[in-house]
């Protein structure tokens, strides 16, 4: 199975608003509701941001949304904040009952 | 809580064995799934498998089946990942993950093992 396509970064200023997609197959992003996506800041563990696309888990700020059409995901982030700065990594359960990643995209805050 | 506490950093050698380990405790650890991701330096997140430790049902990336095993000890609520020859190219950082209740997403990071394989 292939990594998902997510863009390698993203930028945006204070208060914007950015989306990041996550591209895949029929076999999964496409087939199935089980996108999730990660943060991770440099050094750290990886953190559950959404869940099966577009539920937020207890604690995560509404700013944070996840959306689907098609075999493409995304993850947009609305007014962005210094503290996103961090990198993005989608997955998706796939047709094999495995799971697959993006590549990660990094996102920076101007 | 959810707490996942990995076992600390490992330096071996090429050809050498390792076993590191993946204790959850916060939860009932036969009821989810738990697994493991790989992130290689400076690279990204590698979905590496997961396993069931209520019947230690498994789960392999195609990608990786065959070079590590993966494990659990119910009785003391821990996951195991293991290699029995070990290589340059696995000298990664190694998460392990608990699989949430909808199934699919890791909900819940331990704080990662690195393992670096050098001669």
């Known amino acids: 199975q292939s990594a998902l396509t997510q863009p390698a970064s993203v930028s945006g200023s204070p208060g914007q608003s950015i989306t990041i997609s996550c591209t895949g197959t029929?076999?999964?992003?496409?087939?199935?509701?089980?996108v999730s996506w990660y943060q991770q800041h440099p050094g750290k563990a990886p953190k559950l941001m959404i869940y099966?696309?577009?539920h937020r888990p207890s604690g995560i700020s509404n700013r944070f949304s996840g959306s689907k059409s098609g075999n493409t995901a995304s993850l947009t982030i609305s007014g962005l904040q210094a503290e996103d700065e961090a990198d993005y990594y989608c997955?998706?359960?796939?047709?094999?009952?495995?799971?697959?990643f993006g590549g990660g995209t990094k996102l920076t805050v101007l | 809580e959810v707490q996942l506490v990995q076992s600390g950093a490992e330096v071996k050698k090429p050809g050498e064995s390792l076993k590191i380990s993946c204790k959850g405790s916060?939860?009932?650890?036969?009821?989810?799934?738990i697994g493991w991701v790989r992130q290689m330096p400076g690279k990204g997140l590698e979905w590496v498998g997961i396993?069931?430790?209520?019947?230690?049902?498994?789960r392999y990336s195609p990608s990786i089946q065959g070079q590590l095993t993966i494990s659990a000890d119910k009785s003391i609520s821990t996951a195991y990942l293991q290699w029995s020859s070990l290589k340059a190219s696995d000298t990664a950082m190694y998460y392990c993950?608990?699989?949430?209740?909808?199934?699919?997403?890791?909900?819940?990071w331990g704080q990662g093992t690195l393992v670096t394989v050098s001669s």
């Open positions: 993950g608990r699989v949430g209740y909808s199934g699919y997403e890791f909900d819940n």
């Open positions: 997955s998706s359960y796939t047709s094999s009952s495995t799971r697959v």
């Open positions: 396993i069931f430790p209520s019947d230690s049902d498994i």
């Open positions: 916060g939860y009932s650890f036969t009821t989810n799934w």
């Open positions: 099966d696309v577009s």
């Open positions: 029929s076999s999964d992003v496409g087939g199935y509701n089980y």
